[in-house]
């Protein structure tokens, strides 16, 4: 886990080394009304005026980047 302070906005990047996702899995949950990811994490950081990259590959592990604007 790595926290950022970018001056207008905070970046938090939560990364492991598991066994990765191939590309499609997490639109192809949402599709199916597995809402985990799409709610929890985006929705929330959403919510909040931020944005979440989700970059994994199948061997390669997980990496979430979640940027949220500081309050003024």
Known sequence: MLLEDGGDEVIVSVRDDGPGMPDGRLEQAAADGRLGVAQSIRG????????TLITSAPGDGTEIEMTVPRRK
Request: glycine share 24%; hydrophobic share 25%; proline share 0%.
């Open 44 to 51: 929330r950081v959403r919510d909040l005026g931020g944005t």
